[in-house]
C-alpha cells in the first residue's frame, strides 16, 4: 500500500513539474515574482490567522506561510517548486539571497542556475546552498532535489541532474551528489543505522538562554547518507543523467 502511494505521489509531481515548465512566464508587473499553481487548496497565514485561500492559479505571496491540500507547484525565476499534501512552507526573496521556510511537510525543487543563495530554514536548523554544479550531460539543465521535514527529522537531498554545495550554520561546506541526502536529526533519532559524528557537547556548554544562537552541529546530530534506488521524481523535462544514480523519494525512507 506505501509503494502504490508512494507511486501515486511521483506522478502528480510529475505532471504538476510539466505544469510548470509550460505555464505562463508573463507576471503582470509589480504584483509577483512568480506563480502560484495549486491542484487542490492553499491557504495562507500571517502569523496564526488566516488571510486568504487560492484553488486556483494566482501571483505567488512572497513572505507568507502556505498550508497545501493536495498538491501546489511554484513557478519563480530559475526555481520550480513542488510542495506536497500538508505541508506548510514561505519563500521570501532578498537582494542576496532566497530563503525556503519549511514548518513540516515535503517540497521538491528544481534549479536552473542560482543567482541568489538559496537557505533552507528548518525547525532542526539552517542549510545554506553555496553553489550548484549541474551535469555537463544534463539534457535538462535542471537540479532537482527536496526537503523533507517531519517532527524527528529533517532531510535535504539531491535527486538528480548534479550536486550541491551545502554547509550547515557555521559549519563547514559538504559536497551532496544525486542519491544523497543531508538528515538533521535530534541526537538518537536517525532512523537508519549510518556511521554518526561526534555526540553534542554537555548541556552545560549550551544554557538554555543561548540556545536560539547556537550552532546546529552543537544542537543536532548531522548524517550525510547515500539513499537506496528508486524512480526520480521529476519525470518530465529531459533525460539526462546522474552521477549518483536514481534517488528514491524521502517518503520512502
Given at each position: 500500500?506505501?509503494?502504490?502511494?508512494?507511486?501515486?505521489?511521483?506522478?502528480?509531481?510529475?505532471a504538476?513539474?510539466?505544469?510548470?515548465?509550460?505555464?505562463?512566464?508573463?507576471?503582470?508587473?509589480?504584483?509577483?515574482?512568480?506563480?502560484?499553481?495549486?491542484?487542490?487548496?492553499?491557504?495562507?497565514?500571517?502569523?496564526?490567522?488566516?488571510?486568504?485561500?487560492?484553488?486556483?492559479?494566482?501571483?505567488?505571496?512572497?513572505?507568507?506561510?502556505?498550508?497545501?491540500?493536495?498538491?501546489?507547484?511554484?513557478?519563480?525565476?530559475?526555481?520550480?517548486?513542488?510542495?506536497?499534501?500538508?505541508?506548510?512552507?514561505?519563500?521570501?526573496?532578498?537582494?542576496?539571497?532566497?530563503?525556503?521556510?519549511?514548518?513540516?511537510?515535503?517540497?521538491?525543487?528544481?534549479?536552473?542556475?542560482?543567482?541568489?543563495?538559496l537557505?533552507?530554514?528548518?525547525?532542526?536548523?539552517?542549510?545554506?546552498?553555496?553553489?550548484?554544479?549541474?551535469?555537463?550531460?544534463?539534457?535538462?539543465?535542471?537540479?532537482?532535489?527536496?526537503?523533507?521535514?517531519?517532527?524527528?527529522?529533517?532531510?535535504?537531498?539531491?535527486?538528480?541532474?548534479?550536486?550541491?554545495?551545502?554547509?550547515?550554520?557555521?559549519?563547514?561546506?559538504?559536497?551532496?551528489?544525486?542519491?544523497?541526502?543531508?538528515?538533521?536529526?535530534?541526537?538518537?533519532?536517525?532512523?537508519?543505522?549510518?556511521?554518526?559524528?561526534?555526540?553534542?557537547?554537555?548541556?552545560e556548554?549550551?544554557?538554555?538562554?543561548?540556545?536560539?544562537?547556537?550552532?546546529t552541529?552543537?544542537?543536532?546530530?548531522?548524517?550525510?547518507?547515500?539513499?537506496?534506488?528508486?524512480?526520480?521524481?521529476?519525470?518530465?523535462?529531459?533525460?539526462?543523467?546522474?552521477?549518483?544514480?536514481?534517488?528514491?523519494?524521502p517518503?520512502?525512507?
Open positions: 500500500m506505501r509503494c502504490i502511494t508512494n507511486n501515486q505521489i511521483k506522478f502528480k509531481v510529475a504538476i513539474f510539466v505544469l510548470l515548465a509550460f505555464a505562463s512566464t508573463t507576471f503582470a508587473s509589480g504584483l509577483s515574482v512568480g506563480r502560484l499553481i495549486p491542484k487542490g487548496k492553499v491557504t495562507l497565514f500571517q502569523g496564526n490567522q488566516k488571510v486568504g485561500e487560492f484553488s486556483s492559479e494566482a501571483p505567488f505571496p512572497e513572505g507568507t506561510l502556505l498550508s497545501v491540500q493536495g498538491e501546489c507547484g511554484i513557478k519563480m525565476s530559475d526555481l520550480y517548486l513542488v510542495a506536497i499534501d500538508k505541508s506548510m512552507f514561505s519563500v521570501t526573496t532578498d537582494p542576496d539571497s532566497r530563503k525556503l521556510a519549511v514548518k513540516n511537510g515535503t517540497i521538491y525543487f528544481a534549479l536552473s542556475s542560482m543567482p541568489h543563495i537557505v533552507f530554514q528548518t525547525p532542526d536548523g539552517v542549510v545554506t546552498t553555496h553553489q550548484v554544479l549541474l551535469n555537463a550531460s544534463s539534457g535538462s539543465a535542471l537540479l532537482k532535489g527536496y526537503v523533507s521535514v517531519t517532527e524527528d527529522i529533517t532531510k535535504v537531498g539531491v535527486l538528480e541532474g548534479g550536486s550541491m554545495l551545502l554547509s550547515v550554520d557555521d559549519g563547514k561546506t559538504m559536497r551532496i551528489n544525486a542519491g544523497q541526502e543531508l538528515r538533521l536529526a535530534q541526537a538518537g533519532l536517525f532512523d537508519d543505522k549510518e556511521e554518526k559524528k561526534e555526540e553534542p557537547k554537555p548541556k556548554d549550551k544554557p538554555a538562554d543561548k540556545a536560539k544562537g547556537m550552532s552541529t552543537a544542537k543536532v546530530l548531522i548524517g550525510l547518507v547515500t539513499v537506496g534506488g528508486g524512480v526520480a521524481l521529476f519525470a518530465g523535462g529531459g533525460g539526462g543523467g546522474s552521477s549518483g544514480g536514481g534517488a528514491a523519494s517518503a520512502g525512507n
